[in-house]
């Protein structure tokens, strides 16, 4: 069955270090989206992509986050400079393109440690 | 903007008892209705969902969810729960936003099978 993959599972990284997180969604999906879970809290929506470009994005995703799909397969999140408080498992998932099923599809996740 | 309310943050209960996860939502608009399950350190999967029609869902491991437009709620239940459910179950509300439909999720319901 296909599946979302992510890479790393876990990562430990320096508060200021740029991180990148990446992820490959199933092969025929057209949207594309990154949600994010701090530990204990609820998860939430970070930004879609959808046609190369943002279509939705929440307040969560400030100047620090950048989204891009470099060669049509991986979907990445990259984090410009790392703050303590972005510690969180960082969910990445994709969807068809039908207009009506409704149905995200999500990696097993990411596990972001800023210290 | 929608939001999604899940009363019970913890539900222990015993093994072949019957269980009730609550969840209730708000939206100005039309709503699909998703429950998700997160197993211990894998990724969320779609547990089963209403988009229309029968307001009665089933998934094919037991548990089924009502759709209650009057009572803006979609309690999850299943009748007599094993130690494999033991799991985080999120509800989530998706509305149709342009392209790019987003998920709105609630704080979770950690369910333990007890013994």
């Known amino acids: 069955e296909p599946e979302v993959t992510q890479t790393p599972s876990h990562q430990v990284t320096q508060m200021g270090q740029e991180v990148i997180l990446r992820c490959v969604p199933i092969s025929n999906h057209l949207y594309f989206y990154w949600y994010r879970q701090i530990l204990g809290q609820k998860v939430e929506f970070l930004v879609s992509?959808?046609?190369?470009?943002?279509?939705?994005k929440s307040e969560i995703f400030d100047d620090q986050f950048s989204v891009e799909r470099p060669d049509g397969s991986n979907f990445t999140l990259k984090i410009r400079s790392t703050k303590l408080e972005d510690s969180a498992m960082y969910f990445c998932?994709?969807?068809?393109?039908?207009?009506?099923?409704?149905?995200?599809?999500f990696g097993e996740g990411s596990r972001l440690t800023v210290l | 903007a929608q939001s999604v309310t899940q009363l019970d943050s913890q539900v222990p209960v015993f093994e072949e008892a019957p269980v009730e996860l609550r969840c209730n939502y708000s939206?100005?608009?039309?709503?699909?209705l998703f429950w998700y399950v997160q197993y211990p350190n894998q990724g969320l999967q779609l547990l089963l969902k209403?988009?229309?029609?029968?307001?009665l869902v089933e998934s094919i491991n037991g548990f089924e969810a009502e759709f209650n437009k009057s009572q803006t709620s979609f309690h999850l239940r299943k009748p007599s729960v094993h130690i494999s459910d033991t799991a985080e179950y999120f509800c989530?509300?998706?509305?149709?936003?342009?392209?790019?439909?987003?998920?709105?999720f609630g704080s979770g319901t950690q369910l333990t099978v007890l013994p």
């Open positions: 992509f959808y046609n190369n470009e943002i279509s939705e």
């Open positions: 989530a509300v998706g509305i149709s936003s342009g392209s790019a439909r987003q998920l709105t």
């Open positions: 939206s100005s608009v039309s709503v699909y």
């Open positions: 998932a994709s969807r068809t393109g039908t207009a009506n099923t409704g149905e995200l599809f």
């Open positions: 209403y988009l229309s029609g029968s307001t």
